[in-house]
């Protein structure tokens, strides 16, 4: 959030009238260098691929939005049409979102809502959540402005999970505090002051300074004010102070002391309210804010009038008319200032599209001389570079099929392996019963290095626990663990499944979860699964071992696995 936002929504009613006057000198000091932006950007008009116009026509009317709302409507219809005809649909939240704002400019609030509707519907079209977020948060602005709290409520708390699925701290500690705001005006004090907090814990986390000052006097204006807990509000007051102090923002400190000034004002604390409205006086001369000081030379006058002070009463009040009358006439010429940067604007536009005219002009002859070379040679370049690229193709989709078809094999071969070893096992459990000369007999019989009645018991135990229990599920597994779990000795497990599978335990275990994730792999409902959560479910503990263990053992990757399986 920017400074202008943040100290908008310090929410006292004093703040209000001078916020706005302070946008506009703001905005008149932001203009000139505006208007360098705007020409820089418009050269670049002549020389930009179509593909990319509609974006830099956005931008063009996103630079314009402060200077001339008309004028950046304007370059909003043609960036509009330049997105259509590029199907560059990517580009429409934003510019309906611009056109949104250039319709509350204009007052025109019905409007205003109407593109920001549209904005998110077509933002959540593309699935671009952030739109959506950003979207929401300009609707809730609209909507607390109009006092339906309730539903402004509803927007922010959409956006503020969205930032919080997407780990956008900054933008959520904005968004919790701009809640806490609203519930302020809600007049839920408790709850504001729990969001506020919790947006507070967040900039401290992401060290956000003057953004932790900006909550604090936020959380002191409902403590004094709301919750008459003068000492919770004048300990956040002096942490605001401090931090604001040590960054040097003039601006903020004026309005903090202005702020104190209220605090004791409230508390009929005369001596202490004079003091901070005269301190906050002279730090607002000291940047020429004529707003802050009108806003402490009304408050001086008040109190000096209640105490009876007719001569220091008339003084400030004085001075009051005088910053009143500074303001006025500086919004008139700010007007005039407007008017006449929108003539020059309009006049370089104009130069602008008449010079565009005629290179497009001299385009067209020099294209027209060149068209048919360009088309011959096209046409050869194109027809070579497809026999070329047909010919690779064939011989690398040849290769492909080749290696692809030998890896399958593998993998069936690995498979039918396995259900030998497996069928050969649960014989050997079947006839755990019989005598022991018959079952080493069997045991001697079969393919595995099984020697004594001891060792087909550990063999049994590992083999129930991997196909029946399924403990190659737990990514802590390790062959300490396991020992632990059968009661047996790790280095006779090791021994036991390397003279039997002819691998060791890490590659045994891995051996069951490829399997294993291979089955879900093949599943429809575990589809749209990513490939982290695939491995998570299989007992992988990263995605890189779990992409290196599955294309060992089946000679493809997971990726590639499902591509052909559901392809």
Request: charged share 25%.
């Amino acid at each position: 959030m920017s400074f202008l936002n943040q100290v908008k929504k310090m929410n006292s009613w004093q703040y209000i009238k001078y916020t706005y006057t302070f946008v506009f000198i703001l905005l008149s000091s932001l203009v000139f260098s505006q208007s360098r932006i705007i020409d820089s950007l418009t050269n670049e008009l002549n020389n930009v691929i179509p593909s990319k116009k509609a974006e830099l026509l956005s931008q063009i009317a996103d630079s314009y939005l402060l200077i001339s709302p008309e004028i950046s409507e304007k370059y909003l219809q043609k960036a509009l049409v330049e997105a259509n005809i590029n199907t560059n649909k990517n580009l429409l939240p934003e510019i309906y979102r611009i056109y949104g704002i250039i319709k509350y400019y204009q007052n025109e609030i019905d409007s205003s809502f109407y593109y920001y509707y549209k904005s998110v519907k077509i933002a959540e079209e593309l699935g671009d959540v952030i739109e959506v977020a950003s979207g929401n948060t300009n609707i809730a602005a609209l909507l607390s402005e109009r006092g339906d709290y309730g539903r402004a409520i509803q927007y922010l708390f959409v956006a503020r999970q969205i930032f919080r699925d997407n780990n956008i701290k900054e933008n959520e500690a904005i968004t919790l505090n701009n809640i806490g705001l609203i519930y302020q005006k809600f007049n839920k004090q408790d709850s504001a002051l729990y969001y506020l907090k919790e947006s507070l814990i967040i900039k401290k986390e992401l060290n956000n300074l003057q953004g932790q000052a900006y909550t604090l006097i936020n959380m002191a204006i409902i403590e004094y004010r709301h919750r008459n807990n003068f000492i919770n509000a004048k300990k956040n007051f002096d942490i605001s102070c401090q931090i604001l102090e040590d960054n040097n923002n003039i601006y903020a400190i004026s309005l903090l002391q202005l702020e104190l000034g209220n605090y004791y004002n409230y508390k009929r604390d005369f001596i202490n309210a004079k003091k901070y409205y005269i301190l906050s006086n002279e730090s607002a001369k000291k940047i020429q804010s004529y707003n802050i000081q009108k806003l402490n030379n009304k408050s001086l006058y008040e109190i000096f009038t209640l105490e009876n002070d007719v001569i220091k009463a008339h003084y400030y009040y004085k001075e009051y008319i005088a910053c009143k009358d500074t303001l006025e006439n500086e919004a008139i010429t700010r007007n005039i200032d407007n008017l006449k940067l929108k003539y020059e604007t309009e006049k370089k536009e104009q130069n602008i599209n008449s010079l565009m005219v005629e290179k497009k002009l001299k385009d067209a002859k020099i294209i027209l001389q060149k068209k048919i070379i360009i088309i011959f040679i096209a046409l050869m370049l194109a027809t070579l570079v497809f026999l070329i690229i047909f010919y690779f193709q064939s011989k690398i989709q040849k290769r492909a099929n080749k290696d692809l078809t030998h890896r399958n094999l593998e993998v069936m071969q690995s498979e039918n392996e396995l259900i030998e070893a497996k069928a050969e096992l649960e014989t050997i459990i079947e006839n755990m019963q019989m005598s022991d000369d018959k079952a080493l007999q069997i045991l001697k019989q079969s393919k595995l290095n099984i020697e004594d009645k001891k060792e087909k018991e550990l063999l049994a135990k590992i083999y129930n626990s991997f196909n029946n229990d399924e403990i190659f599920l737990n990514n802590e597994l390790t062959i300490n663990e396991f020992s632990k779990i059968i009661n047996s000795n790790k280095t006779y497990i090791s021994h036991i499944i390397n003279n039997n599978f002819k691998m060791n335990f890490s590659s045994y275990v891995n051996h069951y979860r490829v399997k294993y994730a291979r089955i879900l792999l093949a599943k429809p409902k575990y589809q749209n699964y990513t490939i982290e959560a695939i491995a998570g479910k299989s007992g992988f503990k990263s995605v890189t071992a779990f992409n290196k263990a599955f294309k060992k053992y089946t000679g493809l990757t997971p990726s590639k696995f499902t591509k052909n399986i559901f392809n």
